[in-house]
């Protein structure tokens, strides 16, 4: 299986590449991860129509080709004034569901602060009507971020640093599990397909 992890900030050297990174190094179970920091790939902001995914020096098709192999992924987002990142919610419009219908997704929400809720509640409502993603029920928020996962040492860990290690952990064990669930889930709906089922590509 294979697993796909987006970090969405806007800006190098970001607090979500550093958690990309340490769930990277922690995942276990899959044959291949990969893992897309959006803000170093040029992506046309999508207008509808579907030969802007492939413009010119897009690096859409690149993107396309691991997110329609992948059977899972973790996305990850800053809260910025209590939204998600634009760039993850430009890719999230361009997914096709033929290419990502019933994978699973993690959503991690960061925030410099004690929030980093908003953009879970924002992705659940209204991110997957028509790539029809599958959001786990687990997410993780990841509060006061840049005090978190920096260090390899666990004799030098706080409490808050253990609890959240521990609790990305099981995350990703839920994770991997309906990975395996839904697998078997989209060969059972291709062997058997709906009647004339192509004309609900789009969520209602």
Same mark, same amino acid.
């Given at each position: ?5 987006? /970090? ?34 040029? $992506? ?40 998600? /990142? ?6 999230? $419009? ?14 991690? %929400? $960061?925030? %410099?602060?004690?929030? %980093? ?32 996962? #920096? /260090? ?10 253990? #609890? ?30 709906? #009647? ?6 789009? %969520?209602?």
């Amino acid at each position: 299986m294979n697993l796909v992890i987006i /970090s969405a900030s806007q800006r190098k050297q970001s607090q979500s590449v550093k958690v990309a990174q340490y769930i990277a190094e922690s995942v276990t179970g899959y044959e291949e991860v990969t893992h897309f920091e959006l803000c170093q790939y040029n $992506l046309p902001l999508w207008d509808g129509d579907l030969a802007s995914k492939s413009a010119e020096l897009s690096d859409w098709p690149l993107l396309n080709k691991q997110i329609s192999q992948a059977d899972a992924f973790i996305m990850i987002t800053p809260e910025w004034s209590g939204m998600a /990142s634009p760039l993850l919610k430009n890719v999230l $419009l361009m997914c096709s569901g033929q290419d990502t219908a019933h994978k699973p997704v993690l959503l991690v %929400g $960061l925030s %410099g602060g004690i929030s %980093g809720v908003y953009p879970i509640a924002e992705l659940r409502m209204n991110a997957f009507k028509n790539n029809k993603l599958v959001a786990i029920p687990d997410h993780l928020v990841i509060r006061n971020v840049e005090e978190v996962l #920096n /260090s390899a040492n666990e004799s030098e860990l706080s409490d808050k640093d253990s #609890n959240i290690r521990h609790r990305i952990g099981y995350s990703l064990h839920v994770l991997y599990h309906y990975s395996e669930a839904l697998r078997a889930l989209r060969t059972n709906l291709s062997i058997h397909p709906y #009647n004339n089922e192509e004309r609900y590509s789009n %969520g209602m």
